[in-house]
């Protein structure tokens, strides 16, 4: 009967249907309220967090115990312009794709993020330097992304790695920022979400749009 047979195709088919909605929802979903950055006081050491719109942006996204936020940077203030140092695959038209700096601007554009927020460290200004100096030599040396995830190798980086050794040149302990699992086609791995930054006592948060 080919009511029955749609019937449990419907029913087989549901789970991709919800995926394929909510996947939908997070890629079109949003806009990412640059117009509020000019109203945004940067210094040296803030972390800038967004929320992507690429499919892996969503799987970060959904295995972040946060639940927030898929991709983070450091800001350096270059010329009294505020940069963003950060780690992320596929937006470089070379194969390999290196730690990148640009302006902030360019790192919340709406094809790159529907939802972002600045955080700030409660560390001195002489040891926020150490931070962006840290930073900018890994932006320097074009620190190529780190597709291990390995935490214990600085010759390559991923997004949460730059950012947790940079903070580490200016005394940031380490073992107070857990890893978690992230599923992959081949396996798992354990890495850093931008989330254990959000929930750390060593920074606050100074705005979210």
């Known amino acids: 009967m080919p009511s029955r047979y749609f019937f449990i195709l419907l029913i087989l088919s549901l789970p ?31 972390l800038i967090f967004r929320r ?19 991709h983070i940077g450091i800001v350096v203030i270059d010329g009294e312009k505020p940069f963003v140092i950060h780690a992320v695959p596929g937006e470089q038209p070379e194969a390999v794709s290196h730690v ?11 094809a790159k993020a529907s939802h972002w927020a600045v955080y700030r460290s409660k560390l001195s200004l002489e040891k926020l330097k150490k931070v962006t100096l840290k930073a900018l030599d890994f932006f320097d040396r074009r ?6 995830y390995d935490l214990t190798d600085d ?11 940079a903070y580490q040149a200016a005394g940031l302990e380490r ?22 930054f959000i929930q750390s006592p060593d920074f606050f948060r100074v705005c979210s749009y």
């Not at 079109?28 to 945004?40: A, D, F, I």
């Not at 620190?143 to 291990?148: A, H, L, R, S």
Request: charged content about 25%; glycine content about 8%; proline content about 4%.
């Open 16 to 46: 991709l249907l919800l995926v394929l909605g909510y996947w939908i929802h997070f890629r079109e979903g949003g806009l990412s309220g640059k117009e509020q950055l000019s109203s945004v006081v940067f210094q040296d050491g803030d």
């Open 52 to 70: 992507g719109r690429s499919a892996e942006s969503m799987a970060v996204y959904l295995a972040d115990p946060v639940h927030d936020f898929s």
């Open 175 to 196: 073992r107070l920022y857990p890893e978690n699992e992230l599923k992959f086609v081949m396996g798992t791995k354990k890495i850093l979400f931008p989330g254990v």
């Open 155 to 165: 010759s390559r980086l991923y997004c949460t790695e730059l950012v947790m050794k």
């Open 143 to 148: 620190t190529e992304f780190d597709n291990d």
């Open 100 to 110: 990148v700096k640009e302006p902030v601007n360019a790192f919340l554009e709406d």
